[in-house]
Each structure stands twice: as structure tokens, then as C-alpha cells.
């Protein structure tokens, strides 16, 4: 009888899970939609290209609404990791959930806008990715890689926890996922103080991003992989 109820509860939170997901992947779609439209609609109210320019405008309106761009970049990460943290559980689950949103809304971003725009009409377009601290920079397939590892990642650690596996994360294997992120960003900012000082963007660092991305994912695999 008690194994029983044990199976039965397995079985429900993998459906809770599932439901989880779904829910997940429906707000970041959204939330993706409604920072697009946002995007469209200031850029027809200001007569402001819908394709990213460089060099960067430093003056006029465009320098009043980098102030707001900033906080809006940061208020969407406060929105993302508040429903990886409703969403979670226990342990890591609030980190697996909040990769899975931010990857899902950043690809529904790029997905919408080109409905909207027809922009990026590449994968190699160079854009405008973060403000602060400084700009980051990148071909529109780099954050798309970043955000699908993030989707994976995340799924993977989440229906494990759902399945009622606890995952043991330690110490190296933190220290992977933040080296590797940090050379990710490295590879976005690199150039940042060229562009503010009115450059444009160069050839992208695809090794130092391979490099970074390499070593996360890596971290990632080993908390993933089947403990004894």
C-alpha cells in the first residue's frame, strides 16, 4: 500500500511538472510578445529604425530612453527569476525553472519581432543585447545558442525534481556554470568600450563564447548525469 502511494505521488509531480512547464513556456511566449510590441510601438512613435545602428546615439531622445531601456532590462530579470522562484520547489528547481523562462521569452523576442519587423533577417545581424554596465554586443545566433542550452538545462533539471530526484550540485560544479557564464558575457562586452566610444562592432569571439559556453554546459552535464 505504501509503495502505492509512493508511485502515485511520482506520478503527480511529473504531471504538476509538466503543468509547470507548459505554464513556463506560456508566460515567457507572452512576455516575449508584449516586449516586442513595446519595441515596435516606441520605434513608430519616435520615427526610430527598427534595426539595431551603430555607432550608438548618444544625444536627444535616444539618450533619455537608454536611461529607461536600463531599467527595463533589469525589471524584465526581476520578472523572470520571480516565476522561476513561484515555480520552484526545493533546491535548485527556482534556477532550473527561471533558465527555462529566460531562454523561451529571449527566442519568442527575436521570433516576434521579426513578425512584427521582418528583423533580424539573419542569424548573424548584429544587435544591441544589454545596456548595462556597458553595451553588450553579439550576432543575434549567439544569445539564440545561450538560450536554447538554457531551455535544455533547465527542462532537464526541472523534471528531475518533479520526478522526486533531488540533484547534488557541489561546489565545482557552481564554480563551472559561473566561470563559463562569465566568459559568455566577456565575449558580449568585450568590445563594449569601443562601442560606447562610438566604434562598431568587429568580428564576434566566437572562441572565447564557445570557450565560455563549453565550460557551462559542461558543469551543467556533470550535475545532470546519474549519481551512484
Known sequence: MARTAIVGDVTAD????????????????????????????L?????????????????GPA???????????????VMLVGLGLLAGRRGWEWLAWTAVAFGTWD??????????TGWPTSLFDWDL???APVPWIGPVLAPLLVSL??????????????AGRDLAVGARDVAAGVAGGAVVILSFTIDGPRILGGGVPAAF????????????????????????
Open 63 to 77: 539618450d533619455f530612453l537608454g536611461a529607461i531601456e536600463v531599467g527595463r532590462e533589469l525589471a524584465t530579470l
Open 149 to 162: 542550452a538554457l531551455i535544455v538545462v533547465g527542462l532537464a533539471a526541472g523534471s528531475r525534481y518533479r
Open 205 to 228: 569571439p566566437w572562441p572565447l563564447f564557445a570557450a565560455g559556453m563549453g565550460l557551462a554546459i559542461a558543469g551543467a552535464a556533470n550535475v545532470l548525469r546519474e549519481r551512484p
Open 129 to 131: 543585447l544589454f545596456l
Open 14 to 41: 511529473r504531471r504538476t511538472g509538466i503543468l509547470t512547464a507548459l505554464l513556463v513556456v506560456a508566460f515567457a511566449i507572452a512576455m516575449g510578445y508584449l516586449e516586442a510590441a513595446v519595441v515596435v510601438y
Open 43 to 59: 520605434e513608430g512613435a519616435l520615427s526610430l529604425s527598427s534595426i539595431p545602428t551603430f555607432p550608438l546615439k548618444r544625444d
Open 107 to 116: 527566442i519568442a523576442y527575436y521570433a516576434w519581432l521579426r513578425v512584427f
